[in-house]
């Protein structure tokens, strides 16, 4: 069964930092891109950062870049998303989420994980 | 970036109507279009991807149309599992963007 499994969500105060986990099972995750997407509150999905599957490419929305890094151990079958200078504005369920077709790094997500919930507040 | 505006915000309906909901981009984006759904507490679900092309699993009620900047989501004929909010996402180019949504209501 193809799955997602997030963590390290939680309560973090503004400057802070976090590193979330997605770990994937039942498909070959380096021949897939991976996405995270963040939802805050009420409010619509939002794209966060892209990786390639072999990891040499990265890509990332304007409000997060300079501030989070992807990454991902295809031998772990883990891709991270390290979250550095907080802000409120950043609070949301983060999603990570799998590439629909092999190969492609623009791509619609045909599998998502359950979602962790970053908060930033002092 | 490219901005996604979905119409209406919401809509009110009943079982067995036929519902339509569209997506507008703001430059052509080609067939590089999906469509999603979601209901409170849960992940997006994918329905549509490349404008027209049923997810594997998804019923055959759902339908997707258009290219370039105009899109289309159809469900011919509402189940009551159905109400929920359907966001479209391009994939044409970085940034990935989705649309605000259009919330399905019982009438």
């Known amino acids: 069964e193809v799955q997602l499994l997030e963590s390290g969500g939680g309560l973090v105060q503004p400057g802070g930092s976090l590193r979330l986990s997605c770990a994937a099972s039942?498909?070959?995750?380096?021949?897939?891109?991976m996405s995270w997407v963040r939802q805050a509150p009420g409010k619509g999905p939002e794209w966060v950062s892209a990786i390639s599957g072999s990891g040499d490419s990265t890509y990332y929305a304007d409000s997060v870049k300079g501030r989070f890094t992807f990454s991902r151990d295809n031998s772990k079958n883990t891709v991270y998303l390290q979250m550095n200078s907080l802000r409120a504005e950043d609070t949301a369920v983060y999603y990570c989420?799998?590439?629909?077709?092999?190969?492609?790094?623009?791509?619609?997500?045909?599998?998502w994980g359950q979602g962790t919930m970053v908060t930033v507040s002092s | 970036d490219i901005q996604m505006t979905q119409s209406p915000s919401s809509v009110s309906a009943s079982v067995g109507d036929r519902v339509t909901m569209t997506c507008r981009a703001s430059q052509a984006i080609s067939s590089y279009l999906a469509w999603y759904q979601q209901k409170p507490g849960k992940a997006p679900k994918l329905l549509i991807y490349?404008?027209?092309r049923l997810q594997s699993g998804v019923p055959a009620r759902f339908s997707g149309s258009g290219s370039g900047t105009d899109f289309t989501l159809t469900i011919s004929s509402l189940q009551p599992e159905d109400f929920a909010t359907y966001y479209c996402?391009?994939?044409?180019?970085?940034?990935?963007?989705f649309g605000g949504g259009t919330k399905v209501e019982i009438k």
């Open positions: 490349v404008a027209s």
């Open positions: 989420a799998k590439g629909a077709v092999s190969g492609y790094d623009l791509d619609a997500f045909d599998m």
């Open positions: 039942g498909f070959t995750l380096r021949s897939y891109a």
């Open positions: 996402q391009q994939a044409s180019s970085f940034p990935l963007t």
